[in-house]
Nanobody, 125 residues
Framework: QVQLVESGGGSVQSGGSLRLSCTAS??????????IGWFRQSPGKEREGVVV????????YADSVKGRFTISQDNVMKNRLYLQMDSLKPDDTAMYYC????????????????WGQGTQVTVSS
């Protein structure tokens, strides 16, 4: 069992930046099948994958955030994930969730067994 807690959300103007954090209750696996990442959901829309990192370090970004968002891990504590979001747009407004699990591929939700409660990001124009 893994508990995930997100933080760092807030309200910013278009073009601004935010840094989200996800703290896990235990060390993040380095197994090649382990995946952890960020998803988001806007009102009236389906939840979508933003970025996923696999245990071996492979990273997949959604096209909509490439070049603007950067995922990273705390290599010291090994239980924290970050999402640096730059050049934010109103379309980035959503509830952002941290998720983790084993199996699956790309940005698909399959295999993500553990989910945080989410942190709200609001970008105004």
């Amino acid at each position: 069992q893994v508990q995930l807690v997100e933080s760092g959300g807030g309200s910013v103007q278009s073009g601004g930046s935010l840094r989200l954090s996800c703290t896990a209750s235990r060390f993040l696996s380095r197994d090649s099948s382990f995946r952890i990442g960020w998803f988001r959901q806007s009102p009236g829309k389906e939840r979508e994958g933003v970025v996923v990192i696999v245990g071996d370090g492979q990273i997949t970004y959604a096209d909509s955030v490439k070049g603007r968002f950067t995922i990273s891990q705390d290599n010291v504590m090994k239980n924290r994930l970050y999402l640096q979001m730059d050049s934010l747009k109103p379309d980035d407004t959503a509830m952002y969730y941290c998720a983790a699990g084993f199996g699956g591929s790309g940005l698909a939700e399959g295999g993500f067994k553990y989910w945080g409660q989410g942190t709200q990001v609001t970008v105004s124009s």
